[in-house]
């Protein structure tokens, strides 16, 4: 069995809505009251990029402040790959533009694309609708989200994306 002869898949998210899963997942989602790095990522960001009292919960990070520690991160490191996984672009955790995949998927439409994947890999079907499975429910949709950050800050983020 060779790589070549493999049917692979490779499943990608909307860079935009990666930082928004980030948010919801790591700042709004519980994880930031019961993991002690997020809690420290959480009281650096409220300290070093807090401009006005904030509505609503004091001790949540806004997604404009998530989003000017990621530039200010990203900007910081000399190297790529000191960037933090969870907002560094896919493209740079793996070579995914020197690899050939079978499937390339958009998380949007993962049953559609998991489907055609199924298919051309003659896979039995034994899950059920994969995309109920992995997705999770999100407190902040990407439109609110990012109605809450000012464009300046969008544009210069899209860069590195």
């Given amino acids: 069995l060779t790589l070549i002869s493999l049917t692979s898949l490779l499943v990608v998210r909307h860079p935009l809505d990666r930082l928004v899963s980030l948010y919801n997942n790591k700042f709004i989602g519980g994880v930031m009251d019961t993991d002690e ?8 960001i409220i300290a070093n990029y807090r401009q006005e009292s904030v509505d609503g919960h004091k001790n949540t990070v806004t997604p404009e402040e998530m989003v000017r520690f990621i ?8 190297k790529l790959d ?3 996984r969870h907002w560094q ?13 079978s499937v390339y998927a958009k998380m949007e439409n993962v049953e559609e694309d998991f489907e055609v994947f199924k298919t051309l890999s003659n896979v039995e079907d034994k899950t059920e609708k994969l995309g109920k499975s992995i997705s999770r429910p999100k ?4 439109k609110e989200f990012w109605s809450k950050v000012d464009m300046k800050y ?3 983020l899209a860069e590195p994306f």
Wanted: hydrophobic letters at 45%; one cysteine or more; glycine letters at 0%.
């Fill in 37 to 44: 790095t997020w809690v420290q990522v959480t009281h650096f």
């Fill in 71 to 78: 530039i200010e991160d990203i900007q910081a490191k000399p």
């Fill in 82 to 84: 000191w960037v933090n």
């Fill in 89 to 101: 672009p896919v493209w740079w955790q793996c070579p995914v533009c020197s690899l050939n995949f």
């Fill in 139 to 142: 407190s902040v949709d990407s």
């Fill in 154 to 156: 969008i544009s210069i």
